[in-house]
């Protein structure tokens, strides 16, 4: 006879491979281990199929487990995320809200808009993380933050995208780089010659993606010296005679609007930032709020040259 398979069998089974030891999921669950033993051998009694090899010394994965090992706990992450966000509406407007962004938008726009969002929603409280795309994307499909912004990177098709604004990219130099003088657009080609000058981002963020998509067109994909985030690019440019590519809005942020910016044409490339969250997920009250309020002051602001709202 077959066994409803409930979240119980699910979290043992999750708890199991994520330890690889029936005692120390067990005692991660709160179970004895006979009881951790039944619960995993009517999973595969009902699924069909061996889950776990076992030894004396370990517990593995069996090869037709694994998929349904990372498949289990994206659904246990959805799962807790749906209570969460129920809990918090029982709460009325009470909870907590994580969000991870580019270090830019964060100095730019999330900041400015928290007056606002604390106004209606002021029992609730707030954690940011700054990271890269990548990791801001890994983030939300984990249900680690209830939504990120950031750059489209990867483009997972379990992740929603809304565009939220675009900036245009540009040239930012030490005052001593000969480009600094510049007093119009300038062209790639005329990065090419000043390659050694400069500085790159990580790979992990969209920035750090163009430079190796893109710039190798104009002969500039190589660099000497690379940084994994923004705020160390303005003391590594301040050592003189060195150059960044980088979006409008990062360029405003980090003490790098104290450095020329020059907008790069021929052609002329925008960064692209969106709102991301999970498909199929209705975000909470108060993290429609807070998108809400961004909006809004998006809306409000004088943008710069080279930004533009969605």
Same mark, same amino acid.
């Given at each position: 006879m077959s066994t409803i398979i409930t979240l119980r069998h699910l979290r043992s089974f999750v708890a199991v491979a994520d330890t690889g030891s029936f005692t120390r999921a067990a005692e991660r669950l709160f179970l004895t281990q006979s009881s951790l033993s039944s619960t995993i051998h009517q999973l595969?009694?009902? =699924?069909?199929?061996k889950l776990f090899d076992r030894t004396t010394r370990s517990v593995t994965l069996t090869p037709a487990a694994t998929h349904l090992h990372q498949q289990a706990k994206a659904l246990l992450l959805q799962f807790d995320a749906m209570v969460s966000d129920l809990r918090a509406v029982a709460l009325r407007q009470h909870g907590h809200l994580r969000i991870a962004a580019a270090p830019s938008i964060v100095a730019w726009l999330l900041i400015p808009s928290l007056p606002r969002f604390q106004a209606e929603y002021p029992h609730v409280t707030l954690s940011v993380r700054e990271?890269?795309?990548?990791?801001i994307e890994r983030r939300v499909r984990d249900g680690e933050v209830d939504f990120g912004i950031t750059?489209?990177?990867?483009?997972?098709?379990?992740?929603?995208?809304?565009l939220l604004l675009r900036d245009r990219y540009g040239v930012v130099c030490s005052p001593d780089h000969p480009l600094a003088t510049a007093t119009a657009s300038i062209g790639?080609?005329? =990065?090419?010659?000043y390659r050694q000058d400069l500085v790159g981002l990580a790979s992990d963020t969209q920035i750090g993606s163009l430079h190796r998509r893109t710039l190798q067109d104009f002969d500039l994909a190589e660099h000497r010296e690379e940084v994994s985030s923004s705020t160390s690019l303005y003391p590594m440019l301040m050592l003189g005679?060195?150059?960044?590519?980088?979006?409008?809005?990062?360029?405003?942020?980090?003490?790098?609007?104290?450095?020329?910016?020059?907008?790069?044409?021929?052609? =002329?490339?925008?960064r692209e930032l969106f709102l991301v969250s999970r498909s199929l997920r209705a975000l909470s009250s108060s993290a429609q709020g807070l998108q809400a309020a961004l909006a809004d002051t998006l809306r409000q602001r004088s943008l710069p040259e080279g930004i533009e709202q969605a």
């Amino acid at each position: 006879m077959s066994t409803i398979i409930t979240l119980r069998h699910l979290r043992s089974f999750v708890a199991v491979a994520d330890t690889g030891s029936f005692t120390r999921a067990a005692e991660r669950l709160f179970l004895t281990q006979s009881s951790l033993s039944s619960t995993i051998h009517q999973l595969e009694e009902d =699924v069909g199929i061996k889950l776990f090899d076992r030894t004396t010394r370990s517990v593995t994965l069996t090869p037709a487990a694994t998929h349904l090992h990372q498949q289990a706990k994206a659904l246990l992450l959805q799962f807790d995320a749906m209570v969460s966000d129920l809990r918090a509406v029982a709460l009325r407007q009470h909870g907590h809200l994580r969000i991870a962004a580019a270090p830019s938008i964060v100095a730019w726009l999330l900041i400015p808009s928290l007056p606002r969002f604390q106004a209606e929603y002021p029992h609730v409280t707030l954690s940011v993380r700054e990271a890269g795309s990548a990791e801001i994307e890994r983030r939300v499909r984990d249900g680690e933050v209830d939504f990120g912004i950031t750059s489209r990177l990867s483009d997972y098709a379990d992740l929603e995208y809304t565009l939220l604004l675009r900036d245009r990219y540009g040239v930012v130099c030490s005052p001593d780089h000969p480009l600094a003088t510049a007093t119009a657009s300038i062209g790639w080609s005329q =990065v090419s010659p000043y390659r050694q000058d400069l500085v790159g981002l990580a790979s992990d963020t969209q920035i750090g993606s163009l430079h190796r998509r893109t710039l190798q067109d104009f002969d500039l994909a190589e660099h000497r010296e690379e940084v994994s985030s923004s705020t160390s690019l303005y003391p590594m440019l301040m050592l003189g005679r060195r150059l960044c590519i980088l979006p409008r809005l990062t360029a405003l942020t980090h003490q790098l609007e104290n450095l020329p910016f020059q907008p790069l044409e021929n052609p =002329v490339l925008h960064r692209e930032l969106f709102l991301v969250s999970r498909s199929l997920r209705a975000l909470s009250s108060s993290a429609q709020g807070l998108q809400a309020a961004l909006a809004d002051t998006l809306r409000q602001r004088s943008l710069p040259e080279g930004i533009e709202q969605a």
